[in-house]
C-alpha cells in the first residue's frame, strides 16, 4: 500500500492504492479480518487503467468472491475488509426528506438544464448526490438554491449552475482520474466519484477535510480520498491526472496545476477577481497548453491562490 508524505492525510482508493484509510476496521465492527466483500460500480466502459484485480491491496482471490462483469459494461470493483453492506447514497433522513428531494430534482430542472447542461450522466450525479450532506444543518433548506453556501469562513460550495456547466466542459470520461483543488466539504469529490475512476481531493484546511472524509465515508463514497496541503501546488503525488476541477474562483490558474494535466488532459476553473470571472477550460496537448473562455461566472475565491507581490526598487 502506498503511504502518504508527511503532512498529508487521506482515506485508502484501492483502485490506485492510495493510503490512509479512516474506513471502519474489522476489529471496530466484529467482522473477522478475513471477511470481505466487493463493490460492484456500473460505468460506461473503461479501459482497466488501474491495472488487473490481483493489484487491490488486500490478498484475495476475486473470482472466489465475485463474478467479473462481462460486456457490455466493465466495472470498477473494490474490495474493502470487514465493512458492512451499505447503500451507495442513503437517502437524508427525517420530514424534510421528500421537500429536499423536490429541490434537488427542480435545482436539475430550472438551474442546471436550463442553462444547457444536458449529460444524463452529470443530470445522474446530481440526482443521487445529496447536496446538503456536505452543508450545516442550518442551511439544509437552501442547499439547492442557485448561490454559493458558505461552509467555512470565506469557504463556500459552488453554486449549481457554475458547478455542473464547469463538469460538463470537463467531457469527465469514466476511466479518468480526477484531481479536485479545494475540496471543501467534500460535494464536487462525491459528485465526481460518479463520473471518474478515481478522485483525489484536495483541502488545506483540515476540519473541512474531516469533514469531507466523513461525509465521503457515510455516502458510501469508496474511490475519492481526501488529502490536505496548499492549493495552488495541487498534488504531484498522484499525478498526472486527465481532469483536474478548481473548486473555486482564483484570479489566475497557476503553471504547478497545469503541470500535473497529463496528455489530453483538461482543467476547469472560473478565473478572475469579483466582480468579474469567467469560467475557463485548459487543455493539455503534446507540448503546451491551450486555454478556452467558456462562460461568465462569478463564485467564492480559493484561498492561496493570490499572486505574490512583485519586487520593486
Known sequence: MTTLPPGRSGIACPVRGWAGCPLP?????????????????????????????????????????????????????????????????????????????????????????????????ILTALADIPRERFLPRSLWGVAYADEDLPVAPGRALMEPRVFARLLQAAEVEADEAALVVGCATGYAAAVLARLASAVVALEVDPALAAKATEALTDLGVLNATVVTGPLAEGYPDQAPYDVIFVDGMVPKVPTALLDQLADGGRLVAVEGTAPIGRGVIYTHEGQGVGRFAAFDAVVGRLPGFDPQPRFRF
Open 25 to 121: 476496521s474489522p476489529a471496530a465492527t466484529g467482522a473477522p479480518a478475513t471477511e470481505g466483500r466487493f463493490i460492484a460500480s456500473p460505468r460506461r466502459p473503461v479501459k482497466e487503467k488501474c491495472g488487473p484485480l490481483q493489484e487491490v491491496d488486500q490478498k484475495v482471490d476475486p473470482d472466489a468472491l465475485i463474478d467479473r462483469p462481462t460486456a457490455p459494461y466493465n466495472h470498477i470493483l473494490i474490495y474493502i475488509s470487514g465493512l458492512p453492506t451499505r447503500p451507495l447514497t442513503p437517502p437524508s433522513k427525517g420530514p424534510d426528506a421528500m421537500d429536499l428531494s423536490t429541490a434537488r430534482q427542480n435545482m436539475i430542472t430550472h438551474q442546471v438544464n436550463a442553462n444547457r447542461v444536458t449529460d444524463p450522466l
